[in-house]
């Protein structure tokens, strides 16, 4: 290739990260390129390491990669991530399907409509699909009588379960019956896959749902093409997975299932959490995102009950189940003597019982036979003791034997009930086999698995080589010399016999002493000189293969106790003793010659099965669909280069394409070569040319050799079609220059013309705008001059109107606001006299009330004392009363006529409001006989600006005529004012006619002494003085409810004046805001 690769040509280069990229050659130097990728990295390579890339390929890539310009390993990677890109998964190489797994779910590529289009289209007519390659398969049988095989392969995860389903589902609608017929073949083969998952399927590393067997189901159908019976055949179980998980993975679903199943199923199984089973919890793994258990259990029921399995027969296969899980957690430990074992405690117990009653057998047989062996010497026979160690080897060896039994029943019991056809003679058969594997450990499982893929690879490349070969000769082209790449020399190395690995794998198990390290060496001794076989450094046990995927190291620890498939004769008498028919069932008595332990080679047998299906396969014509895992994440849209170029070599298509490549890997139409490079030889467009001719004229001319032209096509050798693009290529550079040369000079020259007029143009019209400019500002300037003189005068004037405003606003308001302080002013101090007034009279009044309340008190307590004093004189009285009767009846008249002035008087004090000064009256009666008699009322009326107080103390003294002098006094005291404590004393008195005047203090022991001489003149007095006391009362009563009139009278002209003085403070304070916004407005300008 490096010989085609010019300056400025697209390339693929490696990368490391993503295995290639593509780039520009910058530079050339000697066998080294200078390359710059589409990310800018700048790079050096050799020029053998670089291919060129076909920049005229469709962008959406193409759906069949033999069309590809250039066949090789870059391209043909880039063309799968494009499609993938658009949710185009699949596309042809050749007739080999590549199926991509897009890991989420793409309905309408599988629904019926989909189904009945390709039903009804020929291969390629429609894109690249599943249904397609089904179709062709379908149709080639039904028309050519030829039977037909289609063989799906792919790494673990790359989904070739779900692309097996697809075929099954869509072979069965070409070939299946109408609805309503009851349980059809079709119907039994699609419900056996779900129960082959259940108990072949486990999760994995890189697969949820891997398959852990091979299998290889044969459709049969009749002479109408309708599906008569099915056989499905199985391959190489991994049987150390029942014993033997590693974490992230998965045991078999079926343990999973049955611990998720309905409470009735798992009390009578005596099963719980998964964690609680040795053979389970040895990974950290137990349920599967997106997955119920307990509804796939209930799925696997149904799907058993489709394919023929009876409810007893179901039973039975999970009882066995359930034995295997309880007879993993049984443990053994030392026993009495040595290299002994027993049961290590009660819980190992109850898993022994519990598996013997699962199975159906006796507990003590069983765990004799787990913890012993009999040995049969030509003597006798000897029963020997197992350690711990090789009774925990017993117990492994009988639960996979048991679960590899188990498995083949199921599989030979859907044969039976599908149902095979004696009489049909078509048939198609599809593989859904394990891929190549290559891990950091590879055992036993992987070299058989490997060993698998180089027998379908060499079956692969010989199916290609005839495609080739048929190509060839339909085109009538010379192909005798096109070399054919095989690996029968890695094949042989696996299986020849004698001398080969399997043979001598076989050999080192038939011998007792026999050790990994033993084996090893009989490897490295066998085959030092042979070129797939490779001896690791710094290993005793190891050996490398050199593969067509590639090399792969194996561990050949275990290889020797996973070859060997023989059943303890122990285990063998037990189960087959079972009560249980079913479980006696998997181990039928052996023949008599076979009754001793016999060595069987899983090798050996899984090569015989092999050998069986390439003689199938090679009785059929085969169809190949490869399926690729994009990401090892499992993540939609994600495509690793790197892990689909891996998968892309190890599944064999890219040795097709280097058997494509040993002859003619490029072919293209007559039109199609002379359209892409007719440019290499125009002259022939002169001239009138056959087309096979002209393709011709061109190779010679660029002398090429070893090309072939066919009928219709032209074929051309390795590397043959990158020459000739790179001769295109350098013609249409040639010529690209040459038109860029006259087009930039032509281009030039119309800009030069161009920007010469555009200059004048512009230096004319921007003349012609600086004048306009000009003559513009000119104008504006002297327009501005006026403006600015009117505009200022009239400001000047508007100024001196606001101002003269303002100066008048705010006099005006200054003068308003002194006048209302004025009017308030008066109108409190006018408000305030009234108040005055009022409280006055009020106090007054009060004080009154207070001082009448006193008297009464006083009067009636003094006349008690009275009256007391006089029961003593009554005898005195009686003696005078008529004497002074007379006398009496004249005082009292005089004494009422005394009140009554005094009340008057007294009235006439009160109504003075404004005066409030004291006021005394004093009253005297004299009687014309020389008798004395004063009458004093003393009032004292006091004001201190806001309480009034009033005292009032009546004395009257009545002296009789005979000459006594008698004296009355009364004395009355009163303090109502608090603040000031002051006390006032009254005294009156009255002196006879005689002209002896004796001043007389009335105390307590004198009013007694002259309680009868007052008696006679008390009685009239004080009548008379209590009616004047309530007329008086009365009379005050009026004049207080007319002070309270006139009270409410002032009140509510307080209200209004206090409103009224809101109201013009409110205007003021609006008034006062207009001056400061006048003033303010004063200021601005």
Same mark, same amino acid.
């Given at each position: 290739?490096?010989?085609?690769?010019?300056?400025? /040509?697209?390339?693929?280069?490696?990368?490391?990260?993503?295995?290639?990229?593509?780039?520009?050659?910058?530079?050339?130097?000697?066998?080294?390129?200078?390359?710059?990728?589409?990310?800018?990295?700048?790079?050096?390579?050799?020029? /053998?390491?670089?291919?060129?890339?076909?920049?005229?390929?469709?962008?959406?890539?193409?759906?069949?990669?033999?069309?590809?310009?250039?066949?090789?390993?870059?391209?043909?990677?880039?063309?799968?991530?494009?499609?993938?890109?658009?949710?185009?998964?699949?596309?042809?190489?050749?007739?080999?399907?590549?199926?991509?797994?897009?890991?989420?779910?793409?309905?309408?590529?599988?629904?019926?409509?989909?189904?009945?289009?390709?039903?009804?289209?020929?291969?390629?007519?429609?894109?690249?699909?599943?249904?397609?390659?089904?179709?062709?398969?379908?149709?080639?049988?039904?028309?050519?009588?030829?039977?037909?095989?289609?063989?799906?392969?792919?790494?673990?995860?790359?989904?070739?379960?779900?692309?097996?389903?697809?075929?099954?589902?869509?072979?069965?609608?070409?070939?299946?019956?109408?609805?309503?017929?009851?349980?059809?073949?079709?119907?039994?083969?699609?419900?056996?896959?779900?129960?082959?998952?259940?108990?072949?399927?486990?999760?994995?590393?890189?697969?949820?749902?891997?398959?852990?067997?091979?299998?290889?189901?044969?459709?049969?159908?009749?002479?109408?093409?309708?599906?008569?019976?099915?056989?499905?055949?199985?391959?190489?179980?991994?049987?150390?997975?029942?014993?033997?998980?590693?974490?992230?993975?998965?045991?078999?679903?079926?343990?999973?299932?049955?611990?998720?199943?309905?409470?009735?199923?798992?009390?009578?199984?005596?099963?719980?959490?998964?964690?609680?089973?040795?053979?389970?919890?040895?990974?950290?793994?137990?349920?599967?995102?997106?997955?119920?258990?307990?509804?796939?259990?209930?799925?696997?029921?149904?799907?058993?009950?489709?394919?023929?399995?009876?409810?007893?027969?179901?039973?039975?296969?999970?009882?066995?189940?359930?034995?295997?899980?309880?007879?993993?957690?049984?443990?053994?430990?030392?026993?009495?003597?040595?290299?002994?074992?027993?049961?290590?405690?009660?819980?190992?117990?109850?898993?022994?019982?519990?598996?013997?009653?699962?199975?159906?057998?006796?507990?003590?047989?069983?765990?004799?036979?787990?913890?012993?062996?009999?040995?049969?010497?030509?003597?006798?026979?000897?029963?020997?003791?197992?350690?711990?160690?090789?009774?925990?080897?017993?117990?492994?060896?009988?639960?996979?034997?048991?679960?590899?039994?188990?498995?083949?029943?199921?599989?030979?019991?859907?044969?039976?009930?599908?149902?095979?056809?004696?009489?049909?003679?078509?048939?198609?058969?599809?593989?859904?086999?394990?891929?190549?594997?290559?891990?950091?450990?590879?055992?036993?499982?992987?070299?058989?698995?490997?060993?698998?893929?180089?027998?379908?690879?060499?079956?692969?490349?010989?199916?290609?080589?005839?495609?080739?070969?048929?190509?060839?000769?339909?085109?009538?082209?010379?192909?005798?010399?096109?070399?054919?790449?095989?690996?029968?020399?890695?094949?042989?190395?696996?299986?020849?016999?004698?001398?080969?690995?399997?043979?001598?794998?076989?050999?080192?198990?038939?011998?007792?002493?026999?050790?990994?390290?033993?084996?090893?060496?009989?490897?490295?001794?066998?085959?030092?000189?042979?070129?797939?076989?490779?001896?690791?450094?710094?290993?005793? /046990?190891?050996?490398?293969?050199?593969?067509?995927?590639?090399?792969?190291?194996?561990?050949?620890?275990?290889?020797?106790?996973?070859?060997?498939?023989?059943?303890?004769?122990?285990?063998?008498?037990?189960?087959?003793?079972?009560?249980?028919?079913?479980?006696?069932?998997?181990?039928?008595?052996?023949?008599?010659?076979?009754?001793?332990?016999?060595?069987?080679?899983?090798?050996?047998?899984?090569?015989?099965?092999?050998?069986?299906?390439?003689?199938?396969?090679?009785?059929?014509?085969?169809?190949?669909?490869?399926?690729?895992?994009?990401?090892?994440?499992?993540?939609?849209?994600?495509?690793?280069?790197?892990?689909?170029?891996?998968?892309?070599?190890?599944?064999?298509?890219?040795?097709?394409?280097?058997?494509?490549?040993?002859?003619?890997?490029?072919?293209?139409?007559?039109?199609?070569?002379?359209?892409?490079?007719?440019?290499?030889?125009?002259?022939?467009?002169?001239?009138?040319?056959?087309?096979?001719?002209?393709?011709?004229?061109?190779?010679?001319?660029?002398?090429?050799?070893?090309?072939?032209?066919?009928?219709?096509?032209?074929?051309?050798?390795?590397?043959?079609?990158?020459?000739?693009?790179?001769?295109?290529?350098?013609?249409?550079?040639?010529?690209?220059?040459?038109?860029?040369?006259?087009?930039?000079?032509?281009?030039?020259?119309?800009?030069?013309?161009?920007?010469?007029?555009?200059?004048?143009?512009?230096?004319?019209?921007?003349?012609?705008?600086?004048?306009?400019?000009?003559?513009?500002?000119?104008?504006?300037?002297?327009?501005?001059?006026?403006?600015?003189?009117?505009?200022?005068?009239?400001?000047?004037?508007?100024?001196?109107?606001?101002?003269?405003?303002?100066?008048?606003?705010?006099?005006?308001?200054?003068?308003?606001?002194?006048?209302?302080?004025?009017?308030?002013?008066?109108?409190?101090?006018?408000?305030?006299?009234?108040?005055?007034?009022?409280?006055?009279?009020?106090?007054?009044?009060?004080?009154?009330?207070?001082?009448?309340?006193?008297?009464?008190?006083?009067?009636?307590?003094?006349?008690?004392?009275?009256?007391?004093?006089?029961?003593?004189?009554?005898?005195?009285?009686?003696?005078?009363?008529?004497?002074?009767?007379?006398?009496?009846?004249?005082?009292?008249?005089?004494?009422?006529?005394?009140?009554?002035?005094?009340?008057?008087?007294?009235?006439?004090?009160?109504?003075?409001?404004?005066?409030?000064?004291?006021?005394?009256?004093?009253?005297?009666?004299?009687?014309?006989?020389?008798?004395?008699?004063?009458?004093?009322?003393?009032?004292?009326?006091?004001?201190?600006?806001?309480?009034?107080?009033?005292?009032?103390?009546?004395?009257?003294?009545?002296?009789?005529?005979?000459?006594?002098?008698?004296?009355?006094?009364?004395?009355?005291?009163?303090?109502?004012?608090?603040?000031?404590?002051?006390?006032?004393?009254?005294?009156?008195?009255?002196?006879?006619?005689?002209?002896?005047?004796?001043?007389?203090?009335?105390?307590?022991?004198?009013?007694?002494?002259?309680?009868?001489?007052?008696?006679?003149?008390?009685?009239?007095?004080?009548?008379?003085?209590?009616?004047?006391?309530?007329?008086?009362?009365?009379?005050?009563?009026?004049?207080?409810?007319?002070?309270?009139?006139?009270?409410?009278?002032?009140?509510?002209?307080?209200?209004?004046?206090?409103?009224?003085?809101?109201?013009?403070?409110?205007?003021?304070?609006?008034?006062?805001?207009?001056?400061?916004?006048?003033?303010?407005?004063?200021?601005?300008?």
């Amino acid at each position: 290739m490096g010989e085609n690769i010019l300056v400025d /040509s697209h390339v693929w280069v490696e990368d490391p990260e993503i295995a290639w990229t593509h780039g520009v050659v910058l530079n050339i130097k000697g066998d080294e390129a200078e390359v710059k990728t589409n990310d800018g990295k700048e790079l050096v390579a050799k020029l /053998s390491k670089l291919y060129p890339k076909d920049d005229e390929a469709p962008s959406e890539g193409v759906e069949d990669m033999t069309r590809l310009s250039y066949l090789h390993e870059p391209a043909v990677l880039d063309n799968l991530a494009t499609r993938y890109g658009l949710n185009e998964i699949y596309t042809y190489t050749g007739n080999i399907l590549i199926a991509v797994n897009p890991f989420q779910g793409l309905p309408h590529l599988y629904d019926a409509e989909v189904m009945e289009k390709y039903k009804e289209a020929s291969f390629k007519e429609l894109g690249p699909h599943v249904f397609a390659i089904g179709g062709i398969a379908y149709r080639e049988m039904i028309n050519e009588d030829r039977n037909k095989c289609i063989l799906v392969s792919g790494e673990s995860g790359s989904g070739k379960t779900e692309t097996t389903k697809m075929l099954m589902r869509y072979l069965a609608y070409f070939g299946g019956h109408t609805a309503g017929e009851g349980r059809t073949v079709e119907n039994q083969v699609l419900e056996s896959n779900p129960v082959l998952e259940a108990f072949g399927n486990a999760k994995t590393v890189k697969n949820n749902n891997s398959s852990r067997f091979g299998k290889f189901v044969e459709i049969q159908f009749d002479d109408v093409g309708r599906i008569s019976g099915a056989a499905i055949r199985t391959y190489l179980l991994e049987r150390s997975r029942v014993c033997q998980v590693s974490d992230p993975e998965r045991n078999y679903h079926c343990f999973y299932l049955l611990c998720a199943a309905p409470p009735e199923d798992a009390e009578r199984f005596k099963l719980g959490d998964p964690k609680s089973f040795r053979y389970l919890n040895q990974s950290s793994c137990y349920e599967l995102d997106g997955v119920n258990d307990a509804e796939e259990y209930l799925a696997t029921r149904r799907a058993m009950d489709v394919v023929g399995i009876s409810e007893t027969e179901q039973d039975a296969i999970f009882r066995i189940v359930a034995a295997i899980l309880h007879l993993g957690n049984i443990e053994f430990c030392k026993g009495e003597d040595a290299d002994s074992s027993s049961l290590k405690d009660e819980q190992s117990m109850f898993h022994l019982q519990m598996t013997s009653e699962l199975l159906m057998c006796d507990p003590n047989s069983l765990e004799d036979a787990l913890c012993k062996r009999m040995m049969v010497t030509p003597e006798e026979v000897i029963k020997r003791s197992l350690d711990p160690l090789g009774a925990a080897v017993s117990r492994d060896g009988l639960a996979k034997t048991i679960y590899s039994r188990l498995f083949d029943w199921l599989v030979n019991k859907i044969n039976i009930s599908i149902g095979q056809d004696s009489h049909s003679r078509r048939l198609i058969g599809v593989l859904d086999i394990y891929g190549f594997e290559s891990f950091k450990t590879n055992s036993f499982e992987q070299f058989c698995i490997n060993y698998t893929n180089e027998k379908l690879q060499q079956h692969f490349n010989q199916h290609v080589f005839k495609m080739e070969q048929g190509e060839y000769e339909k085109e009538e082209i010379d192909w005798s010399y096109v070399e054919f790449v095989d690996n029968k020399d890695v094949v042989d190395l696996i299986e020849k016999k004698p001398g080969g690995i399997i043979a001598l794998l076989d050999e080192a198990c038939m011998l007792p002493k026999s050790t990994p390290e033993t084996f090893s060496e009989k490897l490295y001794q066998t085959f030092k000189n042979h070129k797939r076989f490779i001896k690791p450094k710094l290993t005793r /046990s190891d050996f490398t293969l050199v593969h067509y995927a590639g090399e792969v190291q194996y561990q050949s620890d275990q290889f020797l106790d996973k070859n060997k498939d023989y059943v303890v004769a122990e285990h063998q008498d037990l189960l087959n003793a079972s009560k249980c028919s079913f479980v006696s069932g998997l181990f039928p008595p052996l023949p008599k010659a076979s009754s001793k332990s016999k060595f069987s080679s899983i090798g050996a047998r899984f090569k015989l099965q092999l050998q069986q299906l390439m003689e199938t396969l090679n009785l059929t014509e085969p169809h190949y669909i490869r399926c690729v895992k994009p990401n090892n994440l499992l993540q939609p849209t994600v495509f690793d280069n790197a892990n689909v170029l891996h998968q892309l070599r190890s599944g064999g298509v890219l040795e097709a394409i280097r058997v494509k490549c040993a002859g003619y890997p490029t072919n293209r139409t007559f039109i199609e070569f002379l359209k892409r490079f007719i440019i290499l030889a125009p002259e022939i467009l002169k001239g009138e040319y056959e087309a096979d001719d002209a393709c011709k004229w061109i190779l010679d001319k660029k002398g090429l050799t070893g090309f072939q032209i066919g009928k219709s096509k032209v074929f051309l050798r390795a590397g043959q079609m990158a020459e000739l693009d790179a001769h295109r290529t350098k013609v249409l550079g040639e010529a690209a220059k040459m038109i860029q040369g006259q087009v930039r000079t032509r281009l030039t020259r119309e800009r030069y013309v161009l920007l010469r007029r555009a200059s004048v143009n512009i230096q004319a019209n921007w003349r012609a705008n600086l004048a306009r400019k000009i003559s513009r500002y000119m104008k504006r300037e002297e327009a501005a001059i006026k403006i600015q003189k009117n505009l200022r005068r009239q400001i000047a004037i508007k100024d001196y109107g606001n101002t003269k405003s303002s100066a008048v606003t705010l006099q005006s308001g200054l003068r308003t606001m002194v006048a209302r302080h004025e009017f308030h002013y008066k109108l409190k101090s006018k408000a305030a006299t009234v108040i005055q007034s009022y409280w006055r009279g009020y106090s007054a009044i009060t004080d009154y009330k207070k001082l009448k309340r006193a008297s009464l008190v006083y009067q009636s307590k003094l006349r008690g004392r009275i009256a007391r004093k006089q029961l003593g004189q009554s005898n005195q009285a009686d003696k005078k009363k008529e004497t002074e009767h007379e006398r009496e009846v004249e005082l009292s008249n005089r004494a009422e006529e005394a009140v009554d002035k005094s009340f008057v008087k007294h009235s006439d004090e009160s109504g003075d409001e404004d005066m409030g000064h004291d006021r005394e009256t004093t009253h005297s009666i004299q009687e014309d006989d020389g008798t004395e008699k004063s009458f004093v009322m003393h009032s004292e009326h006091s004001d201190d600006g806001e309480i009034r107080h009033e005292r009032e103390t009546k004395h009257t003294t009545i002296q009789a005529d005979d000459g006594i002098e008698k004296s009355f006094v009364m004395h009355s005291e009163h303090s109502s004012d608090e603040e000031k404590g002051h006390e006032r004393h009254t005294e009156h008195t009255i002196q006879a006619d005689d002209g002896i005047e004796n001043p007389f203090v009335l105390d307590s022991e004198n009013l007694y002494n002259n309680f009868s001489d007052v008696s006679h003149i008390t009685n009239p007095f004080r009548d008379t003085e209590i009616e004047s006391l309530t007329a008086e009362v009365e009379m005050l009563k009026a004049l207080l409810q007319v002070e309270k009139q006139r009270a409410d009278i002032s009140e509510r002209k307080c209200d209004e004046a206090r409103e009224l003085g809101e109201r013009r403070r409110k205007r003021l304070e609006e008034t006062e805001k207009r001056v400061y916004q006048l003033q303010d407005s004063l200021n601005r300008y």
